[in-house]
């Protein structure tokens, strides 16, 4: 596996630069030889010699390589090697980097290195003697040098080379020698005033060094003094107390248990503190102490302040004589240890590695942009740039008369442009007059489910439908109520970071609300996503895996929104919360509500029963596609049903789906559905299915989504959260252990037959027979012919009531089902009697 990933992690344009450099280290290495093993008597350009056998180490070609270089170079034909590996390094490793050069700093770099490398060759000719039979400056330093000793003195020609040699470098390396200058004066003038002062320091080090031990002892001394003194206070106070107390029961403790080392009959706490103190003062004596040790002072003081006096004595006896508050910890550690909802602690805390992005790459990058745009003929200034973890939004103002649309309809050659994955355009900013262009991160971070859980808006929500999504462009944590919604669809492509979206929010769900104040039906006809939720016990029923069931589950929705309206209008109130907290007003007054819908035979009990506290019921379908293509149509008439009616009954619904089509997200859905989200689409149709609107499709996958609001018409772009399925397990676990869910068998038992039908819902078999049905009998027994056409000419009606009535015609076994090449049917009723 690690070898295959070592062999094939280089595409073929890496692999090219790779081999570049690899050659051009290999002739640096060539060249170095060759001019090191240099020899004057073998062949070459400038010499003519017949030698049996050649010096250098690189041949022949290396023998002239050398002469040629020695030649023109002089010394500084060593210098080549370095400047042939230097540049193939610069321009073949990471060529990414330099699609975004700096002309101006790369011009200059160039003129440095000319600068540089020519005044060093007129210096070297000038002040150096020759090297072999070649000048020390070579042909170019000889050149240089003799020409400009035609003007100038040799120590002039010398200072204006030396000017040169030093502004190159500036040019070349960035080399500030100003600044080293001034470093190197500060130092010295540093290390002259230390040099100045060292006796006196030496003088007080060796006065100082008697003073400190003495003083810090004391300090130290002090402290551990008041220290213990707070402590005995303390515990003086608190033995005081429980003495008082509990006296009695802390008697009957040590009467019950074995005192292995102190058998005396009437040993109070109090005086066993105290005695332990006394002994433990002269351990901590001061001179005894190891100060390097402090911990271990420390140690001794915790545990003598952790252990009180009764849970000092391990309980290995019964102590269920004893009362209550005399016994041990069992209970009271039973007790808390399982708090009401899960901890935060079960979540992973990743270490997160930021990149801060400074101010300079961000202006480099608003520059870019810009000239980017100018490219295509778009005049605009990045007024503002807001990076986040995910995407960095420039905010633009375009120049007057240029429009947004050119803008949005240039996304994709944006992108390329920009060499970005992709280029999202917000069109609309509420409250400012720009538009932005949202640009994914090179580095993209991942947004974890615990630091968005862990946010104030989350823990202070008090609706016990509150869910986080993830976090907002510039990292602040996104937090939603399911209530205001009050239902939500999910839509993505495969692999668009849905399931992992839906599991966020499940997750938050069982973070915010116990099984009091909501409970779930799960429905996952994919059998993976939701089965790990199985056991919880906020499930009204096992997870729905068959899609006969799940609509079953729905049809039961329906009934339970219809009932709890029924509720609500019997007791007068208009939601939900307004019924729970009516009867817990009831409740608390001591006189509870009874149900108004329970009839004499209804149940066994002899009178109504008592209305108890209603919990929220969300229900989730992950693949709701699958759902509408075996369900049907009734599928989508139930969904409709509860999307439109049960915001007031506390029932809402998140629909998930990885087909945005037409077909699966219905008009009637939509229209009853306002709140949606969309992940990652491949198309800006998907994208205008689920949101009305562009701009899903420019979205970067992997929990990236755009979410809608309950009544607004812009999309909020959301990096949603990520948890990973050994959190999900854990929370799932954490929630097993505090109970088991209740399950409502009936959920999953109804059957699609008459007795379950729902008020205002149809059986499919018992369609309301057409008015016209006597009528066309009569016509079709009497012509012995039947065609939907011959209905439709002589009863003057539509196609679609004529097919209808030739299907209930067929029903009702009037007429056969078609047969033969020609689909044609037969009249089995006989013909109409005539009188
Ligand atoms: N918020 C996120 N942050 C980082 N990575 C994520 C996030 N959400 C999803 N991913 C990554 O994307 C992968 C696919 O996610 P997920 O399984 O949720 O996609 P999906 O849309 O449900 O696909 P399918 O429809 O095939 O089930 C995950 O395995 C995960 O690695």
Redesign the pocket.
């Known amino acids: 596996m690690s070898n295959s990933k070592l062999l094939n992690h280089l595409s073929a344009v890496q692999k090219l630069f790779e081999v570049g450099i690899i050659i051009s280290a290999f002739i640096a290495i060539f060249i170095t030889l060759s001019l090191f093993t240099f020899s004057p008597n073998d062949p070459s350009w400038s010499q003519l010699h017949w030698v049996a056998e050649i010096e250098n180490s690189g041949g022949k070609v290396g023998a002239w390589i050398a002469d040629i270089l020695f030649f023109t170079f002089g010394f500084l034909a060593y210098l080549i090697p370095v400047m042939i590996v230097s540049l193939a390094w610069m321009l073949l490793w990471k060529p990414k980097l330099k699609l975004e050069v700096d002309f101006l700093n790369l011009s200059l770099r160039i003129v440095g290195f000319i600068f540089t490398f020519f005044s060093l060759s007129a210096l070297a000719a000038l002040n150096i003697n020759d090297y072999m039979e070649y000048t020390s400056g070579g042909l170019v330093g000889e050149v240089l040098s003799q020409s400009m000793l035609g003007f100038f003195s040799l120590l002039a020609v010398n200072l204006i080379l030396l000017t040169f040699l030093v502004c190159g470098t500036t040019l070349l390396f960035g080399f500030s020698w100003i600044r080293l200058i001034d470093g190197l004066g500060e130092h010295t003038l540093k290390g002259l005033a230390w040099i100045r002062n060292l006796p006196t320091l030496i003088k007080e080090m060796l006065e100082n060094r008697s003073e400190n031990s003495e003083s810090r002892y004391q300090e130290k001394q002090q402290k551990l003094q008041d220290k213990l003194e707070k402590r005995l206070e303390k515990q003086t106070k608190k033995a005081q107390k429980k003495s008082k107390q509990a006296v009695e029961e802390v008697e009957e403790v040590e009467e019950a248990i074995d005192f292995s080392d102190d058998n005396e009959p009437d040993h109070e706490p109090r005086f066993e503190i105290d005695e332990a103190e006394d002994e433990q003062t002269p351990a901590l004596h001061l001179d005894r102490i190891d100060w390097g040790d402090d911990d271990k002072t420390e140690e001794i003081v915790i545990d003598q302040e952790e252990e009180p006096e009764v849970a000092k004595v391990k309980p290995k006896t019964d102590f269920s004589h004893l009362p209550e508050h005399a016994r041990p910890v069992e209970r009271f550690v039973a007790d808390t240890t399982i708090a009401p909802l899960p901890s935060i602690e079960l979540l992973d805390r990743p270490d997160k590695k930021t990149n801060p992005v400074s101010q300079d790459e961000l202006n480099s990058a608003a520059r870019l942009v810009e000239t980017k745009l100018l490219e295509f003929k778009i005049k605009a200034e990045v007024v503002n740039v807001l990076p986040g973890p995910v995407i960095t939004r420039f905010e633009l103002a375009l120049a007057p008369g240029m429009k947004v649309s050119t803008v949005s309809s240039l996304e994709k050659d944006l992108a390329r442009a920009l060499s970005a994955m992709s280029v999202r355009v917000v069109d609309q900013i509420p409250g400012k007059s720009v538009i932005a262009l949202e640009l994914p991160n090179r580095h993209r971070e991942?947004?974890y489910i615990s630091e968005v859980l862990d946010c104030k808006k989350f823990e202070e929500s008090k609706s016990s439908l509150t869910m986080v999504l993830?976090a907002d462009i510039s990292g602040l944590p996104v937090v939603v109520d399911l209530a205001k919604m009050p239902h939500l669809l999910v839509a993505?492509?495969?692999?668009?970071?849905?399931?992992?979206?839906v599991n966020?929010m499940l997750v938050s769900l069982l973070y915010k609300s116990s099984p009091e104040d909501l409970r779930m039906i799960l429905i996952d006809p994919?059998m993976l996503?939701l089965n790990v939720y199985e056991g919880i016990p906020h499930l009204l029923t096992e997870v729905v895996t068959d899609m006969k069931d799940a609509a079953n589950a729905l049809r039961w929705c329906v009934g339970e929104m219809e009932r709890r309206y029924k509720l609500l209008a019997e007791i007068g109130v208009r939601n939900l919360a307004g019924y729970n907290a009516a009867v817990k007003k009831a409740q608390a007054a001591g006189e509870p509500l009874l149900d108004p819908l329970w009839k004499p035979g209804d149940s066994m009990a002899e009178s109504a029963p008592e209305l108890e506290k209603l919990p929220v019921i969300v229900v989730v379908v992950d693949?709701f596609a699958d759902m509408m293509m075996i369900v049907g149509k009734k599928c989508e008439e139930l969904i409709t049903r509860i999307a439109q009616k049960a915001r007031a009954a506390g029932i809402h619904l998140i629909l998930a789906t990885?087909r945005p089509s037409v077909d699966v997200i219905t008009g009637l859905i939509k229209a009853n559905i306002p709140t949606r989200i969309a992940?990652q689409v491949s198309s800006k149709i998907d994208s205008r299915t689920i949101l009305g609107q562009q701009g899903a499709e420019t979205l970067l996958?992997?929990?990236d989504m755009l979410y809608m609001p309950p009544g607004s018409g812009m999309p909020t772009r959301v990096?949603?959260?990520?948890v990973d399925d050994h959190e999900v397990h854990k929370v799932v676990a954490d929630w097993k252990k505090r109970g088991q869910p209740n399950y409502v068998q009936e959920i999953l038992a109804g059957d699609a037959d008459l007795d379950m039908l729902l008020p205002g819902e149809q059986s499919e078999g018992e369609e309301e027979i057409d008015a016209l049905f006597d009528e066309v009998v009569a016509f079709i027994t009497e012509t012995r012919k039947v065609s939907i056409s011959s209905i439709q000419r002589k009863f003057r009606i539509g196609y679609n009531r004529s097919a209808r009535l030739v299907d209930q015609l067929q029903a009702q076994g009037v007429i056969s089902a078609p047969s033969g090449a020609n689909s044609n049917r037969d009249v089995l009723a006989p013909p109409p009697i005539k009188d």
């Open positions: 991942i947004v993830g993505g492509t495969t692999g668009s970071g849905k399931s992992v979206g966020c994919k996503e693949e990885q992940f996958g992997h929990g990096h949603g959260a990520f």
